[in-house]
T-cell receptor, first 111, second 113 residues
Framework: KNEVEQSPQNLTAQEGEFITINCSYSVGISALHWLQQHPGGGIVSLFM???GKKKHGRLIATINIQEKHSSLHITASHPRDSAVYIC?????????????FGKGTHLIIQP | DTEVTQTPKHLVMGMTNKKSLKCEQH?????MYWYKQKAKKPPELMFV???????INESVPSRFSPECPNSSLLNLHLHALQPEDSALYLCASSQQGFGGELFFGEGSRLTVL
């Protein structure tokens, strides 16, 4: 069964801390998305990765295809980073949109 | 313009009402999607349009009726909904039919009384 596991489920940190959110998946993939959702709000696509590393501002996403693992890092975290971060994986021959979503990581950054 | 615009942002309707949700993008994307998201759950795919044709209907009840009038617009017509249909409805688009990066809208928060 194609599965996506995120950890931690919940994370509370102080402003300025370095944040890491992890995503593991069960079989080979064609792409992995990191998404951000603020409470009650829509979803913002942060990154789409198939290999290596991407950086945008204070956000860094890495993927290790051999280990079937991806991480999302936030440097110099800020209260406005508080949101749910969702890992979504595209398995070959997957569902209609090819995406399997993780359950999300609820991040709270305290001032 | 890298936005997917959804209207209305909030909608309250009775079980006998007919209403519509609208989604618009001007990025030239040829695939558009409707997702349903319940509180604290990941999004669930409802429909996919590829090149303005309905490609996928994920066994969604007929009280939800999608429509894609042109490559920039996607509608979701609602009729005789149930209270359990209350959710956040998200529209998304991608450049290719499948496999491209998804761009999501802010969602329409639907409450069925």
């Amino acid at each position: 069964k194609n599965e996506v596991e995120q950890s931690p489920q919940n994370l509370t940190a102080q402003e300025g801390e370095f944040i890491t959110i992890n995503c593991s998946y069960s079989v080979g993939i064609s792409a992995l998305h990191w998404l951000q959702q603020h409470p009650g709000g829509g979803i913002v696509s942060l990154f789409m990765l198939s290999s290596g590393k991407k950086k945008h501002g204070r956000l860094i996403a890495t993927i290790n295809i051999q280990e079937k693992h991806s991480s999302l890092h936030i440097t110099a975290s800020h209260p406005r980073d508080s949101a749910v971060y969702i890992c979504a994986v595209r398995f070959p021959g997957g569902g209609a949109d090819g995406l399997t979503f993780g359950k999300g990581t609820h991040l709270i950054i305290q001032p | 313009d890298t936005e997917v615009t959804q209207t209305p942002k909030h909608l309250v309707m009775g079980m006998t009402n007919k209403k519509s949700l609208k989604c618009e993008q001007h990025m030239g994307h040829r695939a558009m999607y409707w997702y349903k998201q319940k509180a604290k759950k990941p999004p669930e795919l409802m429909f996919v349009y590829s090149y303005e044709k309905l490609s996928i209907n994920e066994s969604v009840p007929s009280r939800f009726s999608p429509e894609c009038p042109n490559s920039s617009l996607l509608n979701l017509h609602l009729h005789a909904l149930q209270p359990e249909d209350s959710a956040l409805y998200l529209c998304a688009s991608s450049q290719q039919g499948f496999g491209g990066e998804l761009f999501f809208g802010e969602g329409s928060r639907l409450t069925v009384l």
